[in-house]
């Protein structure tokens, strides 16, 4: 087809039915597959992220312009905002004082209206020298911090705005879980960096920082053999041991074991940490960190982001999903894999502080050239006789210069549908794409939001017309939600115009339709009334192949 933005490709057989959800500067759209607008959420702030609850309410971060000269770098935040389906606030919270904490990257809805929120602190040199760290070069190390909020009593103060201030319930901090060899004066942190695996090494400093991990090579280099590559066009050395130096940029959580997944984008590693104890019950993806294997040979993860956990049938297995974005030149292609552990070998490495502290527990990745990960494709070790390991049981994305290959040096991200198909955003191009368990493309969607700045109004690519090259169409995560998620119960969505259809000068959303049908549901509930505004185009434009 002529489709040069919004939904390229949708394969109806093949796609999961239900709408997406992602954040282009101030606005959180909810699109169906068809593209069509159905709800939207305005901010005063720009937002990173987003989440629907089953209440109906929208979960939010915000950008904190006050705080950007001490966190001036990707992923900063600052406010969470709870918003009900009309987008009016409920509660928010902001970390306090705004010059040393700031919430970034990733949040998670739990049970009873909680969330789980990432957040940094700034800790000055000399409290960092006396940790036992070496190269502080900025001055500050950023800790990192796992709180869990709240929300607000219904009144507990007379003042109104902090009647609306969430509540902290736990903080989990980086910093009570380190380990150093360099100065054995300093008892506290003092130990064996391979044997002391639950803890982290303060002197964890690669060469380059954060950029030079995740792409060795400059963007003005010569282009890349796949036509979906992107670099970061910000690329410049970063320091060795500068304060950013974990990045961790996704949280996740397993309500049934208690379990918090991170992913640590510059150790390129997950961490499972549990809530009950506080301690780290696991961590993959680079031994080298922890000086138990080689940096290239037995490495897995390469700067990833947006480490999930999703379900399986099988309950006594815990899996989880993730963006594995690569790094030029060792790895210049991006996939997203699905990893399984089995829930002995967690109850192991709780009780047994031996297990992963030597090479041998390692996976060697011998991605196929067509796309598809098996375990045929993985040499798979024991160590002291471990009942189990983590094992890649699915992967998508071809190595690079084969057909269907992508690469995101940073940013990007991944939902797991109802349906079992995968939903990968590659962030820096600004594009979503559904892929099913067998490879097969079901759903294509290209950004016609142009970011030109906060405080500017983003420009829109009508359709018809190809994007800039140079333009910022970035997208962190869409997500996927199926038509009888609990949110959409009893609640009438009317489907609006396109974003790029913008040329049509018309509402975004209507404030009557004339043609409704009822959507099918699995539950007893209310049904969710679907509805199409006038005038629309004929959805046979839109179904085309891949």
């Known amino acids: 087809g002529d489709r040069t933005v919004g939904v390229v490709a949708y394969k109806e057989d093949l796609a999961c039915n239900g709408y997406t959800l992602f954040s282009a500067h101030r606005v959180t759209y909810l699109i169906d597959l068809l593209g069509f607008v159905v709800k939207y959420w305005e901010s005063t702030r720009c937002v990173f992220t987003a989440y629907l609850t089953e209440s109906g309410n929208l979960l939010r971060d915000g950008s904190d312009k006050e705080s950007r000269e001490f966190f001036n770098t990707g992923g900063a935040a600052g406010y969470l905002e709870v918003v009900n389906w009309d987008n009016e606030l409920i509660w928010y919270w902001r970390a306090e004082p705004s010059y040393e904490f700031l919430t970034h990257h990733g949040m998670q809805p739990i049970s009873d209206g909680r969330v789980l929120v990432l957040c940094w602190q700034r800790v000055p040199a000399v409290q960092c020298q006396n940790l036992g760290r070496r190269l502080v070069p900025d001055g500050e190390v950023w800790d990192n911090h796992v709180v869990e ?75 890349h053999p796949t036509g979906f ?24 959580y397993d309500e049934d074991r208690a379990l918090i997944l991170l992913s640590y984008n510059v150790t390129s590693e997950v961490f499972i940490i549990s809530r009950r104890t506080d301690q780290l019950v696991f961590r993959f993806g680079n031994p080298a960190v922890y000086r138990a294997g080689d940096p290239h040979a037995d490495r897995v993860l390469f700067s990833q982001h947006s480490a999930i956990f ?92 084969h057909y269907g290959s992508f690469y995101s040096t940073h940013s990007s991200g991944v939902d797991r549908c109802s349906n079992g198909n995968t939903l990968i955003t590659l962030g820096p191009q600004g594009i979503i794409f559904e892929i099913t368990p067998d490879h097969q493309e079901a759903w294509r969607y290209i950004s016609p939001v142009e970011i030109r700045g906060e405080d500017e109004a983003p420009a829109i690519v009508s359709q018809g017309y190809q994007r800039g090259a140079s333009g ?32 049509l000068l018309a509402p975004i959303l209507p404030k009557s339709s004339t043609r409704t049908a009822v959507a099918t549901t699995t539950t007893t509930a209310e049904p969710c009334i679907l509805t199409s505004a006038v005038p629309i185009v004929d959805d046979d434009e839109i179904l085309l192949s891949s």
């Open 149 to 223: 909020l709240a929300p607000p009593f219904d009144s507990f103060d007379e003042n109104p705005q902090k009647a609306l201030l969430g509540l902290e319930t736990w903080r989990w901090r980086q910093f009570d879980h380190l380990v150093q060899d360099a100065d054995p004066r300093i008892a506290e942190t003092f130990g064996n960096v391979r044997t002391r695996w639950r803890d982290l090494d303060f002197n964890f400093t690669p060469p380059g920082g954060k950029a030079r991990q995740r792409n060795s090579i400059p963007p003005h280099t010569p282009p």
């Open 229 to 252: 590559a992107r670099f970061d066009t910000n690329w410049k050395l970063g320091k060795t041991g500068e304060r950013d130096w974990l990045h961790v940029n996704s949280i996740s």
């Open 310 to 401: 999703v379900s399986s049938n099988e309950t006594s297995n815990v899996r989880f999903l993730c963006f594995n974005n690569g790094c030029m030149p060792y790895r210049p292609w991006s996939s997203v894999d699905e990893f399984q552990i089995t829930t002995t070998l967690l109850e192991s490495m709780n009780q047994d502080t031996s297990i992963l502290t030597k090479p041998g527990t390692q996976i060697r990745e011998k991605m196929s050239s067509q796309g598809g990960g098996s375990m045929d494709d993985l040499e798979f070790f024991h160590q002291h006789d471990a009942p189990s390991s983590c094992q890649l049981v699915w992967s998508h994305g071809p190595k690079a210069g």
């Open 472 to 503: 910022k169409f970035g997208l962190f995560c869409a997500k996927r939600y199926a038509p009888d998620f609990p949110a959409f119960r009893g609640r009438v969505l009317l489907p609006g115009r396109r974003i790029e259809d913008a040329f």
